[in-house]
């Protein structure tokens, strides 16, 4: 499978985030523990049932919702943030391209998400590399008092390391890879490694969840937003691997306090 030159170096083009974008409204009502979800990765993936089963604008009638997702047909990325949808899919050339809703009828086939009101922060105190992710966010969550046996939403503003991400084109290249399939020009994605990157990660905890809502290897599916300073584009995509530097965010649901 022919890997796309990482967008960066090609174009020199520095990632950051700007002041506010990605600030967050904060409510005084607690998250109520439900989690939304609509198609599984094994359906859509490994099954080729990649058809549309929810309407995004549907999700984001109502207010505060975050999410991940998968576009119909595996095309392109999507995250959700605050009720903010940013689609990603890969252009003629292998290159990163928004993807425009002017309508508001793009479906996704497989999406998690939830509506969270009102968030904790918490700073990383230290660098945590990508095979610590996982249990950072876990450990921070049971110390929040989640209950990290269910699905929850978390979110992490800052700048991090060690990133490698992918755009989907069609099919999945961590399936393609474990299955040993060459991918056809038409449906290789776009794939990155960066040394670092500043941005905003939204994404789920799901213990062994493995095939339904996260990849093999990992309890986390989680997307990274970022702008693109030279086209002011906010892009985004799905987290392969990923590290957090010191002072970075991380944002938990506000619970009830019964």
């Known amino acids: 499978m022919r890997s796309h030159m990482n967008l960066l170096a090609r174009s020199a083009l520095p990632i950051a985030i700007l002041g506010g974008l990605f ?22 993936i490994g099954k080729k049932q990649d058809h549309g089963r929810v309407q995004l604008s549907e999700l984001t009638k109502q207010p505060h919702f975050y999410g991940v997702a998968a576009l119909e047909g595996l095309a392109g990325e999507v995250t959700i943030r605050d009720g903010q949808v940013t689609m990603t899919g890969v252009d003629s050339e292998g290159q990163l391209a928004v993807l425009p809703d002017a309508d508001g009828r793009r479906k996704a086939t497989m999406l998690v998400g939830a509506y969270v009101p009102a968030w904790t922060r918490r700073s990383v105190p230290n660098h ?101 300073e030279k086209t002011g584009l906010l892009l985004t995509g799905h987290i392969e691997k990923v590290g957090l530097a010191a002072g970075a965010k991380l944002m938990l649901p506000k619970q009830s306090d019964g």
């Open 23 to 44: 600030a967050t409204a904060f409510a005084d009502k607690p998250w109520d523990g439900s989690v939304v979800q609509h198609g599984t990765m094994h359906e859509a």
């Open 128 to 228: 945590i590399g990508p095979r610590d992710f996982d249990k950072f966010v876990a450990d921070s969550a049971s110390a929040a008092g989640l209950n990290t046996d269910k699905p929850f939403l978390f979110s992490v503003e800052g700048k991090f390391t060690d990133v490698r991400l992918h755009v989907i084109h069609g099919a999945c290249p961590i399936h393609a890879r474990m299955q040993k399939i060459d991918l056809p020009k038409e449906q290789q994605p776009f794939e990155s490694n960066l040394a670092t990157v500043t941005g905003s990660l939204v994404g789920v905890y799901a213990k062994d969840a493995v095939g339904k809502l996260t990849h093999p290897a990992t309890s986390t599916h989680v997307h990274l937003l970022f702008k693109d």
